[in-house]
């Protein structure tokens, strides 16, 4: 699992390797794929792109 909106340690994440995370568990057949915000950084147009 990987912050989807950066990571205090490693930095901002692209979102080019967000959706790749995606690609690799919608390949798995989930129902559902949540991205989170889990460290409060997001802004409103991070959230809509992605």
């Given at each position: 699992m990987a912050?989807?909106?950066g990571c205090p340690?490693?930095?901002?994440l692209s979102?080019?390797?967000?959706?790749?995370h995606v690609k690799r568990v919608k390949s798995a057949?989930?129902?559902?794929?949540?991205?989170?915000?889990?460290?409060?950084?997001a802004?409103?147009?991070h959230v809509e792109r992605l």
């Amino acid at each position: 699992m990987a912050e989807s909106y950066g990571c205090p340690y490693e930095g901002e994440l692209s979102e080019k390797q967000v959706l790749n995370h995606v690609k690799r568990v919608k390949s798995a057949g989930p129902d559902r794929i949540g991205i989170a915000d889990t460290i409060g950084i997001a802004t409103p147009n991070h959230v809509e792109r992605l």
